[in-house]
């Protein structure tokens, strides 16, 4: 359980080192919460995207997302994310996009009521910055 003040934002999306941060300023800023409750793997909008979503990845998904971070931690938003460069899910940007766009949906269905926002995560000149879809 958290203590009364720690806010929270949920972030789901590929466990890449370099996109962590610039997920972090998003939620914080789009959701006025300090921490990010992370689910992360390896191309994981890849994985959710497709029409026969695997049962153990989404039963653990729901449970992270759901159980812990939206009852628990009462989480104010979801990021869905995906970005640039993938190695977990090597396709092209714009179906990076579209992927995460429909993982977005899919985690919607499991939680209701909480804000989900997609977002893609690029990379101008020598950094790293999340963009909403």
Do not use: Y
């Not at 729901?62 to 104010?76: E, R, Y």
């Not at 640039?84 to 993982?103: F, I, L, M």
């Not at 804000?115 to 990379?123: E, N």
Request: aromatic share 6%; net charge negative; with cysteine.
């Amino acid at each position: 359980m958290s203590d009364q003040g720690e806010i929270f934002f949920t972030s789901v999306g590929c466990m890449d080192g370099r996109v962590q941060e610039p997920i972090a300023m998003f939620g914080r800023s789009k959701f006025g919460a300090e921490f990010p409750d992370t689910v992360t793997e390896a191309g994981l909008v890849g994985k959710i995207a497709t029409d026969e979503v695997d049962q153990t990845l989404l039963n653990s998904l729901k449970f992270k997302i759901v159980d812990v971070s939206a009852d628990m931690h009462q989480s104010k938003g979801i990021i869905v994310h995906g970005h640039q460069d993938c190695a977990g899910n090597p396709v092209e940007d714009e179906t990076h996009r579209q992927q995460t766009k429909k993982a977005a949906k899919l985690i919607k269905s499991l939680v209701g009521d909480i804000p989900i926002i997609p977002v893609f995560v690029v990379k101008k000149d020598l950094k790293w910055e999340a963009v909403e879809l």
